[in-house]
Each structure stands twice: as C-alpha cells, then as structure tokens.
C-alpha cells in the first residue's frame, strides 16, 4: 500500500516529536553524532552530571573532543560541572555564531567549537570521579532550512571507573570484528523523489575511540556500505548492480553513493529504498556506523513542508 506524500511526511513529523521526547543517556561518554555551526542555526548542548560514587569536592571534569569537516578532524580541550550541576550552552562560540551559556551566571565551564559553517560529531566524558555519570541532549534549530530537532545522546559502551572506557561506543555494532557471530548493520534506506526532498545521511562510525581520543588524534575507524547488488523503486522494482561507499570517522552520504550510475539513471523519479549493509574495516577499532537522515523539502511539495528540514537517526538490525 502506498502512502501520500504528506500522510507520511506527517509520520515523518511524529517520529520527530518523538525522537525530542525520548530523554537523556547517561554515562561516562555521550556520543552527539551530529551539530552544525552554520550560520544562523545552534546546535545546543544541554550536560547534567549525576553520581553513582564519589565526587572530588572541586568538581567534574569534562573532556570534549569534536570531530568536525571533511577531514573529520580532531579538536579536543576540558570543561568542569559540579555535583548535580546543569550546564546549557551553544555549540559554536560567540566568535563563530553561538550564544554562549544559556544563563550567563553558570559558574560552569563549557568547551565551544570555534570554527562557523562546519558539521561534527562529539564525545563528551568524565575524567575526574570514579561513578561520575553525565546525561545530555543536543537541541539543532535552523531558521534557513526550517530545521528544529532535539535527541538524546548515545551511551557508551561501560561506566567507566578507570578511564580506559573513555570514548568506547562498541556497543552500537555489527560485525564480526566487534561481536562473532554478528556479521553486519542492516538498514532499510529510503528517500523521496529528487524533486520534493533532497535527501543525505551523516555517517558516524562508532567503535573503541579510546586510543585515539587519548593520543589527540583523528579518529580513524571505518566501515564500509553496500547495496547488496540492488536497490528498488517506490513500486518495489528492483535494478540490479552492487555499488559501495566507504565511511572513515564520518562523511556525508547521498543515495547517488547508494547505486551506480545505470541504476541512478533507470530510477523511478518518485524516490526509492536501498537495503544497505555496514561492515566494519578490520583493524581499525570500529564496530557500527550511525547514520543521521536529513531530509530538506522543496518548494514542489507545498505547504505545510515546503522550507522544512527534519533530522533523524535511523534505526538498524545486526545479523
């Protein structure tokens, strides 16, 4: 049965609503698999710091390490919150477009990400107290592209009493690098026709970030996508032929990345699904990919959407 366009662009706006009401994860690390500090939007930080065992009476540390542009490149530097503390803060600095603190006061010490125009990844974690646990969700409101979304961030793989679970998200996986007897992600990938949505993922690959975070360095975990040698238009026809796309630290991917070229050119205008595959790169450290779905609508699709922008994180099966 298909659907109309905006019966399920409706589905679409609930998944949202839900999506922002869906809480906060606590831990030692926090992944936020996507910010932008383009100009006119915020991206904002919201951290509360709960305890499970003792505090140092001077506080928590916060290390926040930003993975940001093409490059993926690292930026990492120290923030403290105390016992039971919230801090709210924008992403981006004041220089690059931010607001600061939600309440100028807060004796609390944010990191923000200088650089405007750019999207990232973030790791945020404890490095003082033994049971220290930081619950946190990102809010992104962009008035251009009519962007306004809030999720939870990811858990990492253990409370961390030692430091060496620091950045270790191998507990969102698939394959048999991170688990025997898992051998992948499985997504459902879909999208509209070019002409009403225009439609992109922001991959993150996930894994033992550990070393890297600890040596100031790039992350450089990888998984490879694949079409498993076929994709499908909106009235389920399949067009054969295996296309693959390559994911280090993080990367935009198009559904163009998704299909060659004969499949792109024979593709019904009226958008299609792609059942995708992710692997990990044996050796190195990575365990899974989270893909963030952004879909910007276009004036063709008429109001109420047209001029909106909604962001989700899709949902996958390990096999």
Avoid: R
Avoid at 105 to 121: C, E, I, K, R, W
Avoid at 159 to 180: K, R, Y
Avoid at 245 to 258: E, N
């Amino acid at each position: 049965m298909k659907k109309t366009f905006q019966k399920t662009l409706i589905a679409a706006s609930v998944g949202i609503v839900m999506l922002s009401a869906a809480g906060t994860a606590s831990a030692n690390s926090l992944l936020f698999p996507y910010f932008t500090t383009t100009t006119g939007a915020q991206s904002v930080l919201s951290i509360s710091n709960g305890v499970t065992g003792p505090v140092a009476p001077a506080g928590e540390t916060l290390h926040y390490v930003y993975n940001y542009g093409p490059a993926c490149t690292h930026f990492d530097a120290l923030g403290k919150v105390t016992v039971n503390d919230l801090l709210q803060h924008s992403i981006a600095s004041t220089a690059a477009g931010g607001f600061g603190k939600a309440v100028v006061s807060d004796a609390s010490t944010p990191v923000y990400f200088p650089l405007p125009n750019l999207q990232g990844f973030l790791v945020v974690s404890t490095k003082t107290s033994a049971g220290a646990q930081i619950s946190g969700d990102m809010a992104i409101i962009d008035p251009t592209t009519g962007m306004s979304v809030s999720y939870a961030g990811l858990t990492g793989a253990a409370i961390d009493t030692t430091g060496t679970n620091e950045g270790d998200f191998s507990n969102i996986q698939g394959g048999a690098v991170a688990l025997p007897g898992v051998t992948a992600q499985y997504f459902n990938l879909s999208f509209y026709s070019a002409s009403i949505v225009t439609t992109s993922w922001y991959g993150v690959v996930v894994g033992n970030m550990n070393s890297a975070i600890s040596a100031g360095a790039n992350w450089t975990g990888s998984a490879i996508l694949t079409n498993n040698g076929v994709i499908y238009n909106n009235d389920e026809s399949p067009l054969s032929g295996t296309s693959t796309k390559t994911i280090t630290c993080a990367s935009t991917v198009l559904p163009s990345d998704l299909m060659n070229a004969a499949q792109a050119a024979a593709l019904s205008s009226n958008g299609g699904l792609v059942h995708v595959t992710s692997n990990p790169v044996t050796g190195t450290k990575s365990s899974g990919v989270v893909l963030s779905k952004l879909q910007t609508i276009l004036p063709a699709a008429g109001s109420p959407f047209a001029g909106k922008t909604l962001l989700n994180l899709e949902q996958y099966n390990a096999w």
